[in-house]
């Protein structure tokens, strides 16, 4: 593969100016060349080490929002792992990102989160974090504003506890080397680097129900 060439980044410039049914239809194709195929391609070489691959669709669901543009200002790329957590992939007009983890959690989730870390400790799940932050992963995720119900001001992973889901992402400003056989082997090593952090969050959190 030759990787996802700079007129990817130039369309996604391009729609951000213009994001009308028009301008799509005319540039459609521009998407396909240089963002769907490139990064479909990307996406299949990537499944043997990360799962199934699920390229999102480029239309916005306006139903329930105020904005009404129709088309996504990025192409994103989740790789399946075990109880619906893993990995994704994203172009935009910003560049390139790749993040991994805890993205959407049910009650029965979050609670077999908590009872681990109370019961079992959270060494398991800070060692899978170690060294992210270094390699330049930020690490977020949705979490409440005070502590859970029933756990204690000054307990030690209060940090951990407040988080209903967990996740790390690394983005690159769009360079060169993204349109060459380097990008395959960059965004392979690092989303090689989440992959303790996604085992060992899905074997905590458990399946959705």
């Known amino acids: 593969m030759t990787g996802i060439p700079a007129e990817a980044f130039e369309f996604y410039e391009h729609l951000d100016v213009d994001n009308s049914r028009e301008f799509w239809i005319e540039h459609k194709s521009e998407y396909e060349q240089y963002v769907r195929d490139p990064l479909h391609e990307l996406a ?3 499944e043997p080490d990360f799962g199934p ?101 000054d307990h030690p992973d209060l940090d951990l506890l407040r988080h209903r889901t967990l996740h790390a992402t690394k983005t690159w400003e769009p360079e060169a080397w993204m349109g060459t056989k380097r990008l395959r082997t960059t965004v392979h090593k690092s989303l090689d680097k989440l992959r303790p952090m996604v085992v060992t969050l899905a074997q905590i959190v458990g399946p959705p129900e």
């Open 53 to 153: 691959a699920k390229l999102y669709r480029p239309y916005r669901d306006m139903r329930f929002s105020r904005d009404k543009t129709p088309y996504k200002d990025h192409q994103g790329c989740f790789f399946a792992a075990d109880n619906g957590l893993g990995w994704y992939l994203q172009v935009s007009v910003h560049g390139l990102m790749v993040a991994g983890g805890w993205y959407s959690s049910s009650g029965p989730q979050v609670k077999r989160f908590r009872e681990h870390i109370t019961e079992a400790g959270a060494g398991d799940i800070r060692a899978a974090l170690k060294g992210l932050p270094k390699a330049g992963f930020t690490i977020d995720g949705e979490q409440l504003k005070s502590r859970p119900r029933g756990i204690d001001a």
């Open 44 to 46: 299949q070489s990537l």
